[in-house]
């Protein structure tokens, strides 16, 4: 993806033991638009293999689509195998939401600018909802599927200053599926 490495394996090992999230993807980036069920289960299967063979035993059970595409079959695919999948349209999550195909907004720095991050945090403090982000990169000179520290920052600012929790993906899922 991007020609070019992304990080290494040890910065995957180093954020998983400091707690975070891994979440699963297609194993080459590869869109589900593009796959038939079989070539999907064998790419999520690679995916996960390769994951736990570095995280020692780790099974993941969120799923991000690549690019954002989904289709019927693969959404179903992914509610049957994962806890949840995220796509790419933006919005809160408030509700009843679709599972398979969760809201989210671009942690990218050309497309936080565009974002009414007041509004929409408010709107999910008000809605009693959920806001997942997604981004490649965190660095000084981004690709342009990343941010800056700064923008990081700024968003967890204005979220913890709405009142909401931050919490991995996973986690906010069950919190909200168990909360009613």
């Excluded at 695919?77 to 009843?96: H, I, K």
């Excluded at 509004?119 to 990343?146: C, F, I, K, N």
């Excluded at 700024?154 to 009613?180: C, F, N, Q």
Aim: aromatic share 8%; hydrophobic share 35%.
């Amino acid at each position: 993806n991007m020609d070019r490495d992304q990080f290494q394996v040890r910065h995957l090992q180093e954020l998983h033991a400091a707690g975070h999230e891994v979440g699963c993807h297609t194993y080459g980036h590869t869109s589900v638009l593009r796959m038939d069920a079989g070539a999907m289960r064998m790419s999520l299967d690679a995916n996960a293999a390769w994951v736990s063979d570095r995280l020692g035993g780790y099974r993941m059970t969120t799923f991000a689509y690549p690019f954002g595409d989904a289709t019927l079959a693969a959404k179903r695919y992914v509610r049957g195998r994962f806890e949840l999948g995220r796509g790419v349209r933006d919005g809160v999550n408030a509700g009843r939401e679709d599972r398979g195909l969760i809201k989210s907004i671009g942690l990218e720095s050309r497309r936080l600018p565009h974002y009414d991050l007041e509004g929409l945090m408010a709107e999910t403090a008000a809605s009693r909802g959920w806001l997942t982000a997604y981004g490649h990169d965190v660095s000084d000179a981004p690709t342009d599927y990343g941010c800056t520290p700064a923008d990081l920052d700024r968003v967890l600012t204005l979220a913890k200053a709405a009142g909401l929790e931050i919490r991995p993906v996973g986690e906010a899922w069950t919190r909200m599926a168990t909360s009613g």
